[in-house]
């Protein structure tokens, strides 16, 4: 017989008891691989059928395997949930989305989420709130600031107070506001645990000077997840945006395109954060393919990829040679050039004309890919007019190239000597014949 929690069960009981739990057991990963001299974060959540956490595993208790490979797991390598470990408080940034395509529909119920995740963090979890659109810019509204619970003479007060103020003005500039989010975490002396921006918008940025790439470095330098919850109508470019800054910082996205749908999106990442085991991974791995972490707890398996640091996927410096004396109107085509220095598929794209990857003799000016070591060649139509030179622009991941051509002269336009030629000698020759004309007049 075994004995545990206070109950004891028979042998068959107890089988029974662990297969039930291994078959309801809901288990959830998500990975901090970055930056790539850190070890890799796995952070798990495990819970019941129920969705009620279930606590006081031990590292026993898990396997886990990156790119195929167990790992030797120790004590020291496990961090249990703030439920658990009462050392463990959690640092969120609140980033929220003031424009007038938020604000006139989801207003109250992006507050009411806020506000609600704000009244359920514990004593010594603290929080700040950057609100943003692009008349009023993006801003710190609430520095960070403890949770005390002193009801309204408390710091609580000083935050839902922040999250209820109006902020007047319209224009969207969200990776602006992301990246304002990060920059919170770093020299600011903050407590262990948890940390996160959770950012809610509903992706349409239009006036950002930060890209998206600056947003998912600056954020894996200081190893901090973006959390994106997606409200209203996001369009395909918005969903991209919010999806890689969320999968990219080993954050995760949420849909929240339904009444009641905010609510539940900022519950869930409370519950992350809140009820997750830590368990790092010293790695050397360093090179930025996407990798596996698999981790088998209570009887479920759940892999998930992540990625150590961003690929470089700008090439070497190449060249086309400019081509003169081009018969106007002609198809020309350049020389080829090769492509390498790039760790993955890179984005290609040109303007003013058309390229063949390989050149295969299939031209197209349609978006692209193109791998390293591959070859690439461009085609233009040169210009009508003599004379007169085109650009066509190719570029490859960070880089853009040109190649030029320039039509030849008009025919006869360059004389010189003997009476000249073109326009200029013909007059001069019709001027010297009239004066010819003239004296022979003169003298009959």
Do not use: W
Not at 100 to 124: K, R, Y
Not at 145 to 161: A, H, P
Not at 299 to 305: A, D
Not at 330 to 344: D, K, L, M, N
């Amino acid at each position: 017989m075994v004995c545990f929690l206070r109950k004891c069960l028979t042998p068959l009981a107890l089988l029974a008891a662990l297969l039930a739990s291994s078959a309801y057991a809901a288990v959830s990963v998500r990975v901090e691989g970055r930056p790539e001299s850190a070890p890799i974060q796995v952070f798990v959540r495990v819970a019941n059928d129920s969705g009620v956490p279930i606590t006081n595993l031990t590292i026993a208790d898990f396997a886990v395997e990156i790119d195929g490979v167990a790992e030797i797991l120790s004590e020291n390598q496990f961090t249990q949930p703030q439920g658990v470990d009462p050392n463990q408080d959690v640092s969120v940034v609140f980033v929220m989305d003031y424009t007038s395509s938020v604000t006139n529909q989801f207003l109250p119920d992006m507050q009411t989420a806020v506000i609600d995740f704000i009244n359920a963090m514990e004593p010594g979890d603290m929080a700040a709130i950057i609100k943003f659109n692009n008349d009023s810019g993006a801003q710190v509204v609430r520095l960070f600031t403890e949770i005390d619970d002193n009801g309204v003479n408390g710091n609580d007060k000083l935050l839902i107070d922040a999250v209820a103020d109006p902020f007047p003005g319209d224009g969207s500039n969200i990776l602006d506001a992301a990246n304002l989010g990060v920059q919170q975490f770093i020299g600011i002396p903050l407590p262990e645990g948890p940390k996160a921006v959770i950012l809610v918008t509903d992706g349409r940025d239009s006036h950002s000077d930060s890209n998206r790439s600056d947003v998912i470095e600056s954020a894996n330098d200081v190893s901090i997840p973006i959390f994106t919850i997606g409200i209203g109508n996001t369009g395909d470019r918005g969903l991209e945006i919010l999806t890689a800054l969320a999968d990219q910082t080993g954050g995760q996205y949420f849909n929240a395109t339904r009444d009641g749908d905010i609510g539940a999106a900022y519950e869930s990442v409370r519950l992350l954060l809140t009820g997750e085991y830590l368990i790092e991974i010293p790695n050397g791995i360093t090179d930025c393919a996407t990798h596996q972490a698999q981790v088998t707890v209570q009887g479920e398996t759940v892999t998930t990829p992540f990625t150590r640091r961003t690929c470089n996927t700008t090439p070497s410096n190449f060249t086309f040679a400019a081509q003169t004396n081009v018969e106007p109107g002609t198809v020309v085509t350049s020389s080829t050039a090769s492509i390498v220095g790039i760790e993955a598929p890179a984005h290609i794209s040109v303007i003013n004309g058309s390229y063949s990857i390989d050149c295969n003799g299939t031209f197209t000016n349609d978006p692209g890919t193109i791998a390293d070591g591959q070859t690439v060649c461009l085609q233009q139509t040169a210009a009508s007019r003599a004379s007169t030179a085109k650009t066509t622009t190719l570029t490859v991941g960070g880089l853009a190239v040109t190649f030029t051509t320039t039509t030849r002269p008009q025919p006869g336009g360059g004389g010189g000597g003997g009476g000249g030629g073109g326009a200029n000698g013909l007059l001069e020759l019709m001027h010297g014949l009239s004066l010819i004309l003239m004296r022979r007049r003169l003298a009959a």
